[in-house]
């Protein structure tokens, strides 16, 4: 039904910038609600942006506030987060996702999910 391909990653200093995209096929996003997840080694995954189907909501957790924003293109089926004044902490793989539904913040809630993209952050 709905294949998601994140893309993006790489390494990067701390105070740099990164911008991931999520790639959508097998249909529009229209009544998707998609969302970024993040997962380190030893720690459950975690929530990190939402954005609701009509794109004109965004959540985001506490220790990225001001520093990512969440996007997407219906158009071109695509999602984005971008990733500023980075620190090491945000070091992770991190995951799209998306459900037939509204927007929330668990990881339970999300049906499909891409392959991960790592984000490395250096001192």
């Known amino acids: 039904q709905v294949q998601l391909v994140e893309s993006g990653g790489g390494l990067v200093q701390a105070g740099g910038s990164l911008r991931l995209s999520c790639a959508a096929s097998?249909?529009?996003?229209?009544?998707?609600?998609l969302g970024w997840f993040r997962q380190t080694p030893g720690k459950e995954r975690e929530f990190v942006a939402t954005?609701?189907?009509?794109?004109?909501?965004?959540y985001y957790r506490d220790s990225v506030k001001g520093r990512f924003t969440i996007s997407k293109n219906n158009a071109k089926n695509g999602l984005y987060l971008e990733m500023n004044s980075l620190k090491p902490e945000d070091t992770a793989v991190y995951y799209c996702?998306?459900?037939?539904?509204?927007?929330?913040?668990?990881?339970?809630?999300?049906?499909?999910w891409g392959q991960g993209t790592q984000v490395t952050v250096s001192s």
């Open positions: 954005i609701t189907r009509s794109g004109g909501t965004t």
């Open positions: 097998g249909r529009t996003l229209r009544t998707y609600a």
């Open positions: 996702a998306g459900r037939n539904g509204i927007a929330t913040m668990r990881v339970v809630d999300y049906d499909y």
